[in-house]
């Protein structure tokens, strides 16, 4: 501050540096001439500070911190996106108002709604069940910008050969959507869920495309059968 006020006093150009490293922040003051052209040094310094980073890690002692933060954020848009898709649900009249209604919903198989709602007419709910467990289970979609990190690339690559590996199957059961595939296993009691198998590779990694397919041509079968509810302006907002 004195120098800043000594600086102005004075009338001087002058030109602030700074570099700043991962425990200190290094600073220079120098004055400049007419043409903006530094010509001598009036002050500099350097501020020393304990180290943000574990001794032992060199990770950040904010790590934690900031992983959980991220962990809550998370859930929190998952909880907010849920609420929403309900209270559109529920103003299209795809699922009842009643609270109570609905949990008893919920006794209806959405494996066998989604495969039945391809070949024959859904009751509203029943469409609105099979909707809400499409957006449970809405499948994966990579956020990464680029490919730099080894780690990164090296487990997408396995989501990656999961998810081809799943549309072969789906193909090969001559099944047209991933939730009539689902709906098969599920009858036979096999596993629906993603998981690890035991040498580290995927299973039943659904992609995000996967299930946008799934809702097309479930909507394109049911809207026939009910035309007045399921509109554009229903499948728009459902759908994003």
């Known amino acids: 501050a004195d120098v800043n006020r000594g600086l102005k006093m004075a009338k001087i150009k002058y030109r602030l540096a700074l570099d700043m490293g991962a425990n200190s922040l290094g600073w220079c003051v120098y004055r400049l001439d007419g043409n903006d052209e530094p010509v001598a040094i009036r002050r500099m310094g350097a501020r020393i500070f304990s180290d943000g980073r574990d001794p032992k890690t060199l990770a950040s002692r904010a790590a934690d911190r900031r992983l959980a933060r991220q962990m809550r954020r998370r859930r929190d848009r998952v909880l907010k996106r849920r609420h929403r898709l ?27 709604l989604r495969a039945l709602g ?7 709910h029943e469409i ?96 026939p059968h009910h035309p007045a509810l399921l509109t554009d302006e229903a499948r728009d907002y459902l759908r994003d």
């Open 86 to 112: 309900i209270e559109g649900l529920i103003r299209f009249g795809l699922m009842p108002s009643d609270e109570l209604a609905r949990k008893a919903l919920q006794g209806s198989d959405p494996y066998v």
């Open 128 to 223: 609105g069940r099979a909707i809400y467990h499409l957006a449970r289970k809405r499948g994966f979609r990579s956020s990464r910008k680029d490919g730099r990190d080894p780690e990164s690339e090296k487990e997408t690559g396995k989501v990656h050969a999961a998810i081809a590996a799943l549309k072969s199957r789906i193909a090969d059961a001559g099944c047209r959507t991933v939730g009539e595939y689902l709906a098969r296993q599920h009858a036979e009691r096999l596993p629906v869920r993603a998981r690890r198998s035991s040498d580290g590779q995927y299973v039943l990694y659904l992609q995000r495309g996967m299930v946008a397919e799934e809702f097309d041509a479930l909507w394109a079968a049911q809207r």
């Open 118 to 124: 391809l070949e024959q007419a859904l009751t509203p």
